[in-house]
């Protein structure tokens, strides 16, 4: 479904990934962990092409994205992207937020725009805060929406930026549990987070990262086992707990 | 010195009517040159976020010409020299068709979009990259992100600077008298020379100035109530 290729960013002199390789199979679920400035954020904005790259492929289906053929806007539609910030739309409703691509992008009807926003809402628990405003809503509302507005687009792939890290602790479970929702229902997923639990029930793979590289790879249970010596367990360790490093 | 302040003589009769359509022409001049401005002003917006350097050198001198040059100079230049620019029917055809109204209402109306493009500039400045950036991974291209996400909410936040310059357009509609224009200015002129009443008839002007222009303040706060944005 995705594939890094030697993958190589640079950010002007500094080098943010360096020879990122990888592979995320229709239906798996892949968990990013790693500290702050490793590049986790940077490899899964290759996916969409927020960030382009200076050396290697990124392929989505088997085309590489950054070849001429892509139009990089149906590409967007297909790739659905969570931000840590959600980036809701503030001068539209939840339900606005939604069924802006809907209309605009889809060519939808009003009418079936917001039957299918409805529909979204329903699926992370929203529907009856569909006409309330962004600045209404509480942050882990506002993520769920945001899930839901990535989601009406029908991807085929969800990328997640560190969903919960800008939640209070308490709104943390919400969002999960409709990231958990979604894994189970078969979508393939990127996962930037360092909610550990989270990653031992849905994850097919954690990939460790630090300085652009992905340093060790394996399943949950092998990683984060209490015998285990890996990288991410002293990572971890280091940081006490899985919710504090960003 | 026995001068008597007396309303009467200029609030009745004829003198009244002068008012009335004085009034009415100020407010539909008002209007016509604010939607003129408005719709300028987002071209030109939407001309700036083109990547085409001409283009913006273009918006650039469009700003610069509007905001330096005397706005009477912009307004004698639109009534004497524009329309000399244009074949004769078209000539004749502004000139039966009230013409100074409408060349008036078109210098008004450029002059302010000038001022209108730069702040509603300022309000897509002051909206966070991540918004754009939100849009653009739906899926919208660049038109769609600006038209769909940017540019309503840089209007939103620029709601306050723009009831000031709607207001700044509305006292600037005294202007078009210099070119004939009956508007209030020109019209209280008009009271005043016919019964030498110069107080009274300034008195009763700068009222009407005044409750119009609280009546647009009001407006506006209204509508920024309505519309703000509540940022997270
Ligand atoms: N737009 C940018 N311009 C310059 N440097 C950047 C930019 N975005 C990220 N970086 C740098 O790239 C490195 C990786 O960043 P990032 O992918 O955000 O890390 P992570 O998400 O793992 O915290 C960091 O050193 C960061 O400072
Ligand atoms: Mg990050």
Known sequence: MI???????????????????GEVGRGEVKVLVGPSGSGKSTLIRTVTRLETIQGGRVLVD???????????????????????????????????????????????????????GLAE???????????????????????????????????????????????????????LAAMKQLAASGMTMICVTHEMGFAREVADEIWFMERGAVLERGKPAELTSTSAHSRLQAFLASTRHGGSAA | MGYVFDLRGVLSGQYLD???IGVATTLALTCVAWCLAMAMGIILTLIRMIPLPPLGWFVALYVEYHRNVPLLVQILIWYFGVPSL??????????????????????????????IAEDIRSGIRSIPKAQYEAARSIGFGYLGAMGYVVL???????????????????????LAMAIGVGELTYRT???ESYTFKTFEAFAVATVIYLLISFGIMALGSYSDRRLKLETR
Not at chain 1, 85 to 100: D, E, M, R
Not at chain 1, 105 to 111: E, I, N, S, T
Not at chain 1, 154 to 174: H, I, K, N, R, Y
Not at chain 2, 89 to 110: C, Y
């Open chain 1, 121 to 175: 809402l329903a699926r992370v628990g929203l529907a009856e805060k569909a006409d309330e405003m962004p600045g209404r809503l509480s942050g882990g509302q506002r993520q769920r929406v945001a899930i839901a507005r990535s989601l009406a687009m029908d991807p085929q792939v969800m990328l997640f930026d560190e969903p919960t890290s800008a939640l209070d602790p308490e709104m943390v479970g919400e969002v």
């Open chain 2, 152 to 174: 309503p909410q840089a209007m939103r936040i620029a709601i306050p600077p723009l009831i000031n310059q709607t207001l700044l357009l509305f006292k600037n509609t005294s």
């Open chain 1, 62 to 116: 088997g085309t590489d994205i950054a070849s001429r053929g892509v139009d990089i806007n149906r590409l967007r539609q297909r790739v659905g992207f969570v931000f840590q910030a959600y980036n809701l739309f503030p001068h539209l409703s939840a339900i606005g937020n939604i069924t802006l691509g809907l209309t605009k992008l889809r060519g939808m009807g009003k009418a079936e725009a917001r039957e299918r």
């Open chain 2, 189 to 191: 002129r008009e009271v």
């Open chain 1, 3 to 21: 594939r890094f290729e030697n993958v190589d960013k640079w950010f002007g002199p500094m080098q943010a990934l360096t020879g990122v390789s």
């Open chain 2, 86 to 115: 244009l074949p004769r029917p078209a000539r004749q055809w502004i000139n039966a068709h009230h013409g100074e109204f409408l060349l008036a209402a078109i210098a008004l109306g450029l002059a302010s979009a000038a001022y």
């Open chain 2, 18 to 20: 002068w008012f009335v």
